[in-house]
């Protein structure tokens, strides 16, 4: 395999577990208006991913560092002609990871409702943000005979049409579904409870949106290869609904996983092999091969890559274990703060 072709499914795979992990913490976040009807029910909802939430956003950090090694044409196009849509994105996440760690730290109503609102906020604009700008990206952008993006304010017409919009709502309502599906698994006894009420509507939604979303990408930019994953993304949603209405927690949790991988996967094989598809002449895009590095950069990069990521993910899977137990409302005492650092009650 070409080292080029290597590294475009690396970062490929990179983006898919930051769509994983941190999918299910967005929609914990937008779930915590819903089912936080007090502030025990809001401790609860917070703390079920109080210990992974920052671990699952190493993987976005990780996906930029290969994109800038790997490919600076890609990183520095998008980071350049894109800036305006990415700056939205960080200062979500910046004020979501504020409220998150310090929720805790002033113990009054009026601080947690402000931290509470930057969760809330964080959790919604991120997920709307990505799937914006990812599906306008698959569609193509306005990309020069140099590969170049205007950095303009008029760039931003190319990100608002049909597509684009339809993406930001299905990744949102997706995440939505995943959050719930890892809520359910996550917590015992009446929030759980709770939880279940809520499936035929956002399951309902989220089946509207993504499938709309995983067939036009199909139908308009996917490969014949493609189909099949197109088909589990699909499966993946509509399995998930299903074992939730059955309170199979683990499958539900194990389906809406696989629909975010496999939604991911497609959004990367329709792309290939573009980065970044131009609007004005195919021979314009930004390809695996005119945007990467040399091969001497991209074969250490590998050696570097093959020592260090079993670690990463061992370390990440052992978190994972040691904070695996079930969470209830009930013995969190009303009116104490949700702590971010984790403390995971026995069911």
């Not at 895009?285 to 993910?313: D, K, R």
Request: proline content about 4%.
């Amino acid at each position: 395999m070409e080292l080029e072709v290597l590294w475009f499914v690396l970062v490929a795979v990179l983006f898919a577990g930051y769509f994983l992990l941190e999918g299910f913490d967005f929609g914990i976040g937008m779930l915590l208006p819903i089912l936080g009807k007090d502030e025990r029910r809001r401790s609860a909802i917070i703390t079920t991913i109080g210990p992974v939430w920052d671990g699952n956003e190493v993987w976005l950090i990780v996906a930029g560092g290969a994109m800038f090694a790997a490919f600076p044409e890609w990183y520095a196009t998008m980071f350049s002609g894109l800036y305006l849509g990415l700056f939205g994105i960080i200062l979500a996440l910046i004020f979501r990871a504020v409220a998150l760690e310090w929720r805790s730290k002033v113990n009054t109503d009026r601080w947690r409702r402000w931290c509470d609102a930057g969760i809330i906020a964080g959790s919604v604009a991120t997920p709307l943000i990505w799937g914006i700008a990812i599906s306008s990206m698959l569609a193509g952008l306005p990309l020069d005979s140099e590969q170049r993006l205007s950095s303009g304010a008029g760039t931003l017409v190319h990100f608002v049409h049909p597509y684009s919009l339809l993406g930001g709502v299905a990744f949102t309502l997706v995440f939505l579904l995943h959050g719930l599906a890892f809520l359910r698994l996550k917590t015992t006894g009446t929030l759980r409870e709770e939880a279940a009420r809520l499936t035929p509507i956002v399951g309902g939604l989220a089946a509207v949106a993504g499938a709309a979303f995983v067939l036009w990408t199909q139908i308009a930019h996917g490969k014949d290869w493609t189909w099949a994953v197109a088909a589990l993304a699909l499966v993946g949603v509509l399995g998930g609904i299903a074992a939730l209405a059955g309170h199979r927690d683990g499958i539900a949790f194990t389906a809406t996983s696989i629909a975010t991988l496999a939604v991911t996967a497609l959004i990367f094989g329709s792309m290939y092999p573009n980065l970044m598809p131009s609007s004005v002449d195919p021979a314009f895009s930004l390809t695996i091969h005119n945007g990467a590095s040399s091969e001497y950069t991209l074969t250490i990069l590998t050696w570097t890559a093959a020592v260090i990521t079993p670690l990463v993910i061992l370390y990440q899977g052992w978190t994972y274990w040691v904070f695996s137990k079930r969470i209830s409302a009930d013995p969190v005492a009303l009116g104490a703060p949700a702590s971010t650092e984790g403390s995971p009650e026995k069911a």
